[in-house]
């Protein structure tokens, strides 16, 4: 069984910042990709990130690329999502996600283990 624990989220204007982290326990972290996925009031779950079992390779949402960044701390069993110039669209329950594969992961269907998420809300 894999824990998945999201810290970091709150209220921000509008161009500002905000860093979430995600703390993992259960198997070997380094094995597997990681993502972040969000969630906004009466829309579906949509991937917004995801970073590869090394940290080597990463990818992101149209919507937030050039804005967000993904990163990895094996060592600390920790994913990271830096959020700058963030927009009241960016308003969500973010939640990261642990994926079956060690390849970079797009597809709710390659992640298996999920956290419980932390609202971010940004105000215009």
């Known amino acids: 069984q894999v824990q998945l624990v999201e810290s970091g989220g709150g209220l921000v204007q509008a161009g500002g910042s905000l860093r979430l982290s995600c703390a993992a326990s259960?198997?070997?972290?380094?094995?597997?990709?990681m993502g972040w996925f969000r969630q906004a009031p009466g829309k579906e779950r949509e991937f917004v990130a995801t970073?590869?079992?090394?940290?080597?390779?990463?990818y992101y949402a149209d919507s937030v690329k050039g804005r967000f960044t993904i990163s990895r701390d094996n060592p600390k069993n920790t994913v990271y999502l830096q959020m700058d110039s963030l927009k009241p669209e960016d308003t969500a329950v973010y939640s990261c996600?642990?994926?079956?594969?060690?390849?970079?992961?797009?597809?709710?269907?390659?992640?298996?283990?999920w956290g419980q998420g932390t609202q971010v809300t940004v105000s215009s």
């Open positions: 259960g198997r070997t972290f380094s094995d597997y990709a």
């Open positions: 996600a642990a994926a079956t594969i060690a390849r970079i992961a797009t597809m709710k269907v390659d992640y298996a283990y």
């Open positions: 970073v590869s079992w090394s940290g080597g390779s990463t």
